[in-house]
C-alpha cells in the first residue's frame, strides 16, 4: 500500500485524522482587539484658538499691531478647517475651532480699526507757506 500524500490528515500513529494547524495570530498581536479607530485631528482648532488669542491680545498695541494681522489670518484659516473637520466627524472640538475662528476675525477688525483711528487723528503740516 502506497503511503498517503504529505498533508493529507493521515497520519500512521495516530487512530484519527491529525487536526488542522492553528491559525495564525493576527497583526500586531492583538487577540480579539478591535481594529484601530481613525484618529482625531483636532490640531487646527487648537492652533486656531492661540493664534486667536495671541492675536486679539496684540492687536491693541500699536507698535505691535502690525505683527498681529498675519496671525489673525491664520486662526480663520485653521478655525475654518478645524470646523469643516468637526462636521464631517474627524475632529471633536467645533466650539474650540469656532472660538478660534471668531477671535481671529475680532483680531483682524481691531487691526484695522486700530489704523483707521491712527490715520484719522494724524495731521498733515504744510511747509510751503
Known amino acids: 500500500m502506497p503511503p498517503p500524500p504529505p498533508?493529507?490528515?493521515?497520519?500512521?500513529?495516530?487512530?484519527?485524522?491529525v487536526p488542522p494547524p492553528p491559525m495564525p495570530p493576527p497583526p500586531h498581536g492583538r487577540e480579539g482587539a478591535p481594529p484601530p479607530a481613525r484618529q482625531e485631528r483636532n490640531g487646527l482648532g487648537k492652533a486656531a484658538l492661540i493664534l486667536g488669542i495671541i492675536a486679539v491680545a496684540l492687536s491693541f498695541v500699536p507698535g505691535l499691531n502690525v505683527f498681529?494681522?498675519?496671525?489673525?489670518?491664520?486662526?480663520?484659516?485653521?478655525?475654518?478647517?478645524?470646523?469643516?473637520r468637526a462636521n464631517k466627524g474627524q475632529a471633536t472640538n467645533k466650539p474650540i475651532a469656532i472660538a478660534g475662528l471668531v477671535l481671529g476675525?475680532?483680531?483682524f477688525f481691531t487691526f484695522c480699526l486700530i489704523y483707521l483711528l491712527i490715520g484719522a487723528t494724524s495731521t498733515t503740516y504744510d511747509y510751503n507757506m
Open 7 to 17: 498533508g493529507s490528515g493521515y497520519s500512521p500513529y495516530a487512530t484519527g485524522p
Open 68 to 84: 498681529t494681522w498675519p496671525l489673525g489670518v491664520l486662526a480663520i484659516v485653521f478655525g475654518a478647517i478645524g470646523w469643516a
Open 105 to 107: 476675525i475680532a483680531s
